[in-house]
């Protein structure tokens, strides 16, 4: 009898790629089909965010983005008679190696994780669709439906749904999908425009929504995104019409908008999955959530789900982790989808509504309000820890625990990781748990440690830190393998420290 596959993935978008890619770095039997006959070719999604880098930093990947991407720290809002620039991310960077917004193609995404999956010897079954998924006891029976017509029958462990907002796995799974549309209908497209100031985002504020171009540089230098004129529904998306709309929402500046590589009309909604697990089948991505891209949070938070669905399935897979491990995923992922898709429902009807009140905000008053709101640092750091998703934390999550009190602003249990010193993140970047360790180090004889941490199945590396910076008065924190802090105690915990490495990477296994 053929063994079953660890995972099936299925949906080989930026976030099946990013699940496929971790799975790769821990050695899991998996893999990855997508019904389209090829990966994308349009831009669609365009932002990666720095936490977004951060993570696929470790599976090698984020140079090669950042090289192929555009960085951008301005935002120019035009509004009639005015023009407001606001620098995006000028504080709150000092623990992160990537401070900024990056603009790129959704196809250059996908081409870099598909690059690097194909220079791992894994294949990426496109043109296989899932037609049908069937839970057997100890595993799901898949049946595949490849593109020269032939079926196949899989079995798999775990399935994972990366499959977008039309999922045949939520759907399989009886897992409903909540939430609304939005009634207005959108113009994208990403082509040259003759008369922007390079380098910066461009927001122009009319009464009837807003009008963004976008720095890309490939497949082309911009891209427009804008409410489709109410007066000309339901006619073909051409240049012409681009050219109408942006004449009409930018209030007469000579911009001159041709060579269009790409260009679409669509509809938005925002939405969500009940759960985001049905016994041994999860859901990741647009499967879980669909949004308004404001803020760029989408693609992002679907690779994010990806990262932390991976080393879950892994370590409870190789028996480095109790199978209960699996349930934190939407105990942890399912509150940062709900928060994005209530952020995103905000910023977009304060961007797109028609009533006086908004419509006065966005053209009168937030031109002139918003770069006195975010002059003081504290707000721009804050509104950087939130667009950029470093603050998303797990504070709430099974796998935090507190341990003893820390005193200073040290990190808590559920943060974050902070890069710093500088360079941390790329000493723990291997798959596995770190065991970070400050204090003199006569408080930790390497005698005492060995034998405490010998026979672990899953990996864990000690770092010493010094005591100044985040980690002053912090004596050991396990960092998970997607960079949060798992237990933050001090002094001489080491009782603590070893019931909570029980807990999630047990000894004696293996």
């Known amino acids: 009898m053929t063994q079953p596959l660890d995972v099936l993935v299925v949906g080989a978008g930026p976030t099946g790629l990013a699940l496929a890619a971790q799975l790769r770095a821990y050695g899991v039997a998996f893999r990855i089909v997508d019904r389209s006959p090829d990966r994308v070719r349009e831009s669609r999604a365009l932002v990666v965010q720095p936490r977004t880098l951060e993570m696929l ?3 090698g990947a984020a140079d090669a983005l950042v090289a192929r991407g555009n960085p951008a720290m301005r935002l120019r809002l035009h509004a009639p008679g005015r023009v407001a620039e606001l620098r995006l991310f000028d504080t709150g960077l000092d623990d992160t190696a990537y401070p900024f917004l990056l603009f790129l193609s959704q196809a250059e995404t996908e081409r870099v994780l598909s690059d690097r999956l194909a220079a791992q010897d894994v294949t990426v079954e496109r043109g296989t669709e899932l037609l049908r998924l069937e ?10 439906r490849h593109a020269d017509g032939v079926r196949e029958s899989v079995t798999a462990r775990y399935v994972a749904g990366c499959d977008g907002a039309h999922s045949t796995v939520r759907d399989q799974s009886g897992i409903a999908f909540e939430g609304h549309a939005y009634p207005q209908t959108f113009l994208l497209a990403d082509l040259e425009v003759d008369g922007l100031e390079p380098g910066s985002v461009h927001s122009y504020l009319t009464g009837e929504g807003m009008v963004f171009f976008f720095p890309l540089g490939s497949p082309a ?6 409410a489709r004129p109410p007066d000309r529904p339901g006619t073909d998306v051409d240049l012409p019409l681009l050219q109408e709309t942006a004449d009409r929402g930018t209030g007469g500046q000579p911009l001159a908008l041709r060579d269009p590589v790409w260009m679409t009309t669509f ?4 939405r969500g999955a009940a759960r985001y697990r049905s016994g041994r089948c ?10 308004s891209p404001a803020g760029g949070q989408g693609m992002n938070t679907g690779i994010q789900d990806a990262l932390n669905l991976g080393w879950k399935l892994a370590l409870v897979l190789r028996g480095a982790a109790p199978g209960d491990l699996l349930d934190t995923y939407e105990a942890e992922r399912a509150p940062v989808g709900r928060g994005v898709r209530a952020l995103t429902d905000r910023a977009f009807s304060a961007a797109t509504g028609t009533h006086p009140v908004l419509r006065f905000g966005r053209t009168r008053v937030a031109p002139r309000l918003a770069p006195l709101l975010l002059r003081p640092p504290a707000v721009r ?3 950087f820890r939130t667009v950029s998703e470093l603050g998303i934390h797990y504070r709430k999550s099974p796998v935090s625990t507190a341990g003893s009190p820390s005193p200073g602003g040290g990190p808590k249990a559920g943060d974050r990781l902070p890069d710093r010193p500088h360079g941390l993140h790329a000493r723990t970047a291997a798959p596995g748990w770190h065991l970070l360790l400050t204090g003199p180090p006569r408080l930790w004889p390497e005698a005492r440690l060995s034998p405490a941490l010998d026979g672990r199945n899953a990996p864990l590396s000690v770092h010493r830190l010094g005591a100044a910076g985040p980690w002053q008065g912090v004596a050991h924190a396990p960092v998970r393998p997607d960079g949060h802090v798992g237990y933050v105690a001090r002094g001489t915990d080491l009782g603590g420290l070893l019931s909570y490495l029980d807990r999630w990477a047990p000894t004696g296994r293996g």
Do not use: K, Q, Y
Request: glycine share 8%; proline share 3%.
């Open 57 to 59: 930093a470790a599976l």
């Open 135 to 144: 839970a057997t006891g100890p595993s799901v029976t898949c049946r595949l």
């Open 221 to 226: 230098g911009w891209r427009l995104l804008a």
């Open 267 to 270: 509809r938005l909604h925002n």
């Open 282 to 291: 999860f859901l990741a991505g647009d499967a879980a959530h669909i949004h």
């Open 381 to 383: 750091r804050r509104l």
